[in-house]
């Protein structure tokens, strides 16, 4: 498995919470330090899988000046 929003590799991603039903892991919580995207493996594959999510959601750590989604700088006012 890879970031949905970044591609990275496993080796950039963190487990941050398995949920369990007594013994039973059902589902699992993941980080990536990359990009700082977090999710859930039991969500769709059009939320969580790099290539059946809309291109729009992708992001390249490697160059953060061209994330589309930015939260407008503050006027002041
Ligand atoms: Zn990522």
């Known amino acids: ?28 919580v993941f980080y990536c330090r990359r990009c700082s995207f977090t999710w859930r493996d039991s969500e769709p594959a059009e939320s969580i899988d790099y290539a059946e999510r809309e291109a729009w959601f992708r992001a390249d750590p490697d160059h953060p000046e061209k994330y589309k989604h930015n939260i407008p700088p503050a006027d002041g006012n």
Not at 2 to 26: F, I, K, M, W
């Open 1 to 28: 498995m890879n970031c949905p929003r970044c591609n990275s590799a496993q080796e950039h991603l963190r487990t941050e919470y398995q949920g369990r039903e007594g013994d039973e892991l059902v589902w699992t």
